[in-house]
DNA sequence: TTGTATGCGTTATCAT
DNA sequence: ATGATAACGCATACAA
């Protein structure tokens, strides 16, 4: 034992384990060491079980098992190249629609094997970028992001990382990326040729924020496609942008209905939260749904069947896309060709929030 | 050059990064050399730039800029022992209330650099331990679980690993664990409390199903302490327990309104989803609320103050219980002693769908 | 201030 | 079937 100042270098491989031993924390050594094997036996052990003998196995695993030792995913990484992490990024989590979306990514991930990191952009593309940066360090073989509309550099690195991603949620035929999702261009275009047909020919819209959201103005786009579709416009006055929620939905009716100018028989919501927030208001005001005001929203929440008037609305699973998603990914991990990307369907759930346009030029007062 | 069959073993540490230059992915020892500098100055460069010369930092970081180098995390966390993960355990995302607290805990450690790890148990204390583990085997510095009906080897492992954890959303102030959320019992208690003030006296309740959950188990607790304390009692035909949810509370109300015996004039719901379901199959059934009958729920979504008769209901900031925890945990990582947990309060909001007990004893028909 | 050398815990290659 | 041993990418005592 040493007793000079200098601590003798030791022989690589000897005292380390019981020099660890109080940390309380066993590597594979230990492991190897009270099996009476190697190293290079006990990670065979538990990484390809047949490649050694029945006897050697169950000793191994008793070891371990003794030790408590848990294998450390940080080695196993470096010496493997393989990180068994993959990442997602969403806008927010205060979203259920996103939460859905990585709680299905992450079921199906988790049953793999692998483990699956969570950031969140705030909607702001350069911390989107920053949290891809951040996975990338982190060694993911694989990624899921939500949206397009994000900094060129995003994509670039993830292409020259070779970091197989999928945009997910929203899908667009013409995307350059690989995408997993509905389009939300052609949802609201269909939602609205939906009113269209019931004769409705002055729309309102009450959306989120259109900025860094390519969303959101896919569905803006595929509001103004059907009605240009029937010569119509959406009117300047009758676009109302602003944040997320029933109190905007509440103000955005306050205001059209006080407005000058025509007035809409139908207004289109950005999601249900907006579209109940404009039914409250429309209570309040003493507007009769869908008589004189037809309301359409978006996600089919729970609630949206349950009120009075139900809520026209369009469902989307995206607890589905989630998983699809890391379907997706595993298969290009596991070697096959990169898939296309794949179009899932928003479907209208027509109920008694909307109905036919007024007889009467309503719009006019 | 060597032109036999065997590859001379070059001398360790030289054609490395000639061979990786291939793969697209470059290392420290890349920096070093463009930067004319040894990997240790690099590292050092990043870690503890003042232990640099400027001139030499500018000249490591173009270097690195120019190959696009990005920190192994594997390799950072094998050297240092710290891998700068923490892990989140939560029953589902598909509650916000879990997704928010998430949302808190993430936001504070992205902005200490620290990465989460996200698991979900479903529910299932067998689900939690492997989660457990997997962080372990992550090297997670850092966890928080939601509530403690989990397997004692869950608690002893990561004791034993010495990674200091909270349970988070709920607060026992018996709990042998650091917690930081709210205590459940009280809070239905005095949401109990509140009723009988008002003249209630029979009482029903729409609960989530208790089974491994000790949030709810102690919010039953939380309603019978307050029966009992007015010498009232909760009749076991008027507990009803099943899959959250709006139609779980419809199904409920249904039965509670066919049963033979005494009706209750208040019915207390797990969380608001139940409550609105209640309400609504009220609203079918032709019953008063509040006047034949109270109804409060609990969580306080957005919906809640926005129906029509507005939801009595209890708040928890959830997004702050997760910051309140993410920061706790970083104290501890910063040696700090580890403090005792934190009690956040449940807020009553009362609202329309409570009010006083029928002045006639309509229990009975 | 900078460089040298070694170790972190695991996997993988090559012998045996 | 098993064992030696060299990577994996980085951090850090220690020396200079």
């Given at each position: 034992m040493p007793s000079s100042t200098k601590p003798t270098p030791p022989s690589?491989?000897?005292?380390?384990?019981?020099a660890r031993r109080g940390t309380g924390r066993a590597v594979l050594d230990d492991v190897a060491r009270l099996a009476g094997v190697s190293t290079a036996t006990v990670s065979r052990a538990f990484n390809e079980p047949d490649k050694v003998s029945p006897a050697v196995r169950?000793?191994?695993?008793?070891?371990?098992?003794?030790?408590?030792?848990?294998?450390?995913?940080?080695?196993?990484?470096?010496?493997?190249?393989?990180?068994?992490?993959?990442?997602?990024?969403?806008?927010?989590?205060?979203?259920?629609?996103?939460?859905?979306?990585?709680?299905?990514?992450?079921?199906?991930?988790?049953?793999?094997?692998?483990?699956?990191?969570l950031g969140c952009s705030n909607y702001?593309?350069?911390?989107?970028?920053?949290?891809?940066?951040?996975?990338?360090?982190?060694?993911?073989?694989a990624m899921t992001i939500v949206g397009e509309a994000h900094p060129p550099e995003l994509f670039e690195?993830?292409?020259?990382?070779?970091?197989?991603?999928?945009?997910?949620?929203?899908?667009?035929?013409?995307?350059?990326?690989p995408c997993i999702g509905f389009d939300n261009r052609a949802a609201f275009a269909s939602l609205?040729?939906?009113?269209?047909?019931?004769?409705?020919?002055?729309?309102?819209?009450?959306?989120?924020?259109?900025?860094?959201?390519?969303?959101?103005?896919?569905?803006?786009d595929g509001i103004r496609d059907a009605l240009?579709?029937?010569?119509?416009?959406?009117?300047?006055?009758?676009?109302?942008?602003?944040?997320?929620?029933?109190?905007?939905?509440?103000?955005?009716?306050?205001?059209?209905?006080q407005a000058p100018g025509p007035r809409p028989s139908a207004i289109l919501c950005g999601n249900d939260q907006l579209a109940f927030g404009v039914l409250r208001e429309a209570a309040?005001?003493?507007?009769?749904?869908?008589?004189?005001?037809?309301?359409?929203?978006?996600?089919?929440?729970?609630?949206?069947?349950?009120?009075?008037?139900?809520?026209?609305?369009m469902r989307v699973d995206t607890h589905e896309i989630g998983r699809l998603s890391a379907l997706h990914l595993l298969e290009?991990?596991?070697?096959?060709?990169?898939?296309?990307?794949?179009?899932?369907?928003?479907?209208?759930?027509?109920?008694a929030s909307t109905g036919p346009a007024p007889a009467m030029d309503s719009t006019r007062r």
């Open positions: 690589p491989r000897a005292a380390q384990s019981r169950e000793r191994v695993q008793q070891a371990a098992l003794a030790l408590d030792w848990l294998p450390n995913a940080a080695g196993r990484a470096l010496a493997s190249t393989r990180s068994h992490i993959a990442g997602t990024i969403i806008p927010t989590l205060d979203d259920q629609v996103f939460a859905s979306l990585v709680s299905g990514t992450q079921s199906v991930f988790a049953a793999r094997g692998i483990t699956l990191f702001d593309p350069a911390q989107a970028l920053t949290q891809v940066r951040v996975m990338l360090e982190r060694g993911v073989e690195a993830l292409t020259r990382y070779r970091v197989p991603y999928v945009v997910v949620y929203s899908y667009r035929a013409e995307s350059p990326h609205t040729d939906y009113l269209i047909a019931q004769g409705h020919r002055t729309f309102a819209v009450v959306m989120q924020p259109a900025r860094d959201n390519d969303r959101v103005q896919a569905r803006l240009a579709g029937h010569g119509l416009a959406l009117l300047p006055q009758h676009l109302h942008e602003g944040e997320s929620g029933m109190a905007f939905g509440r103000r955005s009716l306050r205001a059209l209905w309040e005001l003493g507007i009769d749904i869908p008589g004189q005001l037809s309301v359409a929203g978006f996600d089919d929440v729970a609630m949206a069947r349950e009120i009075t008037p139900a809520l026209t609305t290009i991990l596991d070697g096959a060709a990169a898939a296309p990307g794949r179009r899932v369907e928003a479907r209208l759930c027509p109920r």
